[in-house]
Structures are given as structure tokens and as C-alpha cells.
């Protein structure tokens, strides 16, 4: 009998642990899907530019989401300092050239400095 009154803890637990196994579980699924949503909506973004020219909305300016601005710009610059099948990388100087003079219209201004500052790390 009391076996049995010292395995009742036990049991319950593992019912419970069970439980929070598939609450934590159906938890994940939500956000993941959650992620995956707000991602997609930034990676369709992504081609807008600060000065509304861009696409698929015509977007302009804070309407962009700052996830969609921040992957325009760091795109960009992979794209300028990637070799290319029908042209050579671009200089550092070229790529810093092009995104001080493409800041407020292609790119968010304030995410351009940023990038310069803390992310290439230069003034």
C-alpha cells in the first residue's frame, strides 16, 4: 500500500509532464507559424523603396515594414559585394558610395547609417 501512495507523486507528474509536453508542442506550431507569417510579409516587402517607388505595393517610407527595409539593404549589399556571372564584386568604397547616396530614396536613412556605423563599421 504504501508503494502505491509513494508512486501516486510520480504518476501524476508524468500525466502532467505529458501534458506540458503537448501544451509547450501546440505552443511552438503557433510560433513558428507566427514567424513564418511576419517573415513572408517581409521578404514580399523587401523590394519597396523609402521613396515609394518600389514594389509590389508601392510602399513608402515608415509604411514599410522595418523588417522588409532592413533585409532591402542588407540584400543590396550582398548583391554589390557578390561576384556576378556578368560582373566583378564591387569596391568597398563603390558599395559605401552607393548606399550613403541610395539612403532616402532606395533605402531608410536612419537603417543606412546604422548599416554603415555598426554594422560595416565605418563612419
Given at each position: ?16 509532464l505529458q501534458s506540458l509536453k ?102
Amino acid at each position: 500500500m504504501n508503494r502505491q501512495i509513494n508512486a501516486m507523486p510520480l504518476i501524476i507528474f508524468n500525466t502532467r509532464l505529458q501534458s506540458l509536453k503537448g501544451f509547450y508542442s501546440y505552443i511552438r506550431n503557433i510560433i513558428v507559424f507566427l514567424i513564418n507569417f511576419l517573415l513572408a510579409g517581409y521578404v514580399l516587402a523587401h523590394h519597396e523603396r523609402w521613396d515609394g517607388t518600389g514594389y509590389p505595393k508601392g510602399l513608402q517610407g515608415k509604411e514599410i515594414p522595418i523588417g522588409a527595409r532592413i533585409i532591402a539593404l542588407a540584400s543590396s549589399y550582398d548583391a554589390m559585394t557578390s561576384e556576378r556571372p556578368y560582373r566583378n564584386a564591387l569596391s568597398e568604397e563603390k558599395v559605401l558610395a552607393e548606399i550613403r547616396n541610395s539612403a532616402g530614396t532606395q533605402f531608410d536613412p536612419e537603417i543606412a547609417i546604422i548599416f554603415i556605423g555598426k554594422v560595416l563599421c565605418k563612419e
